[in-house]
C-alpha cells in the first residue's frame, strides 16, 4: 500500500523583498502625487519655476484641444491688399474730381469769353463814270459779214447737167463718148446746182458792241450801214444809233 503524499509547506518570503516592495510603491505614489500638484514638493519653488509650469500646462492644454495659432502674416498681407485697394479707390476718385474741376473752369472761361462783333462790311466803291457814260451807250468791237447760201431750184443742176453733157460728148469716141458725157452731165449738174444756191445766198452783217456797263450785245442786220469797229453807238428800241 501507498501512503498519502502530503502537501509541501509554504516557503517564506524574504522580509527584505517586502520592504522594497513597499518603498516603490510608496515612492512611485509620492512622485505621482507631486507631478499633479496633490502633495507640495519637497523642493522649495521659484515664481520663475512656477510661472514656467503655467506655461507648459498652457500649451499642453493648447495640444489636447487641437487648436491652431492664428497666421499673422496672412492677416497682415490681406491688411495691405486692402488697405492698397483703398488707397487706389482715393486716388481715382481725386483724379476724376480734378477733372471735373478742369472742366468747369474752361466752360467758366468759354461762357466769359467775349463775342467778337464781325466787323463792318464796307461798301463797295461806285466805279467813276467817265464823261459821256450811258446805261445803253457802247463802242462797237467788230462787224463781220455772214453769207447764208440758198437752196437751189433745179435750174442750175439741169443747165449744169446740159452744158457738161455736151462738153463730154466732145471727147474720145465710141464708149469713152459715151462715158464722158454721162461724167459730164453728173459734174455739170452737181456745179450747177452750188453756183445757183451761190447766187441766191442771202448776206447780213453781225455787229458785236461791248456795252460801258461791261456787257456785250450782237445786232444782226441786212447792211453794215457804215459801221466800223470802235464806233460810239447807242442801243434804241433794239437798233443802233450813233451817239458820237
Known amino acids: 500500500m501507498s501512503s498519502p503524499i502530503s502537501p509541501a509547506a509554504p516557503s517564506a518570503r524574504h522580509p527584505l523583498l517586502l520592504a522594497a516592495a ?17 502633495i507640495p514638493s519637497s523642493i522649495g519653488s521659484t515664481p520663475a519655476a512656477a510661472e514656467l509650469s ?12 487641437g487648436t491652431t495659432p492664428p497666421q499673422p502674416a ?102 469713152g463718148r459715151k462715158l464722158a458725157t454721162v461724167a459730164g452731165a453728173v459734174g455739170g449738174a452737181v456745179v450747177g446746182n452750188q453756183v445757183e444756191g451761190n447766187m441766191k445766198a442771202t448776206r447780213s452783217y453781225e455787229i458785236r458792241v461791248r456795252l460801258d456797263d461791261g456787257g456785250a450785245r450782237t445786232f444782226h442786220q441786212q447792211s ?5 469797229a470802235g464806233d460810239r453807238v447807242k442801243i434804241v428800241n433794239g437798233t443802233l444809233r450813233s451817239a458820237a
Open 22 to 38: 513597499v518603498a516603490v510603491i510608496v515612492f512611485c505614489g509620492t512622485g505621482t502625487a507631486a507631478i499633479l500638484g496633490w
Open 74 to 175: 496672412a492677416l497682415d498681407l490681406r491688411e495691405l491688399d486692402h488697405d492698397g485697394d483703398r488707397e487706389r479707390d482715393r486716388d481715382r476718385a481725386a483724379d476724376r474730381l480734378a477733372a471735373r474741376e478742369r472742366a468747369a473752369e474752361r466752360a467758366a472761361l468759354d461762357n466769359a469769353a467775349p463775342q467778337r462783333k464781325p466787323a463792318p462790311r464796307l461798301a463797295a466803291a461806285e466805279p467813276v463814270k467817265e464823261s459821256g457814260w450811258c446805261a445803253h451807250c457802247g463802242n462797237i468791237e467788230s462787224v463781220r459779214e455772214v453769207s447764208q447760201r440758198a437752196e437751189g431750184s433745179g435750174l442750175g443742176a439741169a443747165g449744169g447737167a446740159l452744158l457738161g453733157g455736151l462738153l463730154g460728148n466732145q471727147v474720145g469716141g465710141g464708149n
Open 54 to 65: 503655467e506655461i507648459d500646462r498652457a500649451v499642453l492644454a493648447s495640444k489636447l484641444q
Open 224 to 228: 453794215a450801214a457804215g459801221w466800223r
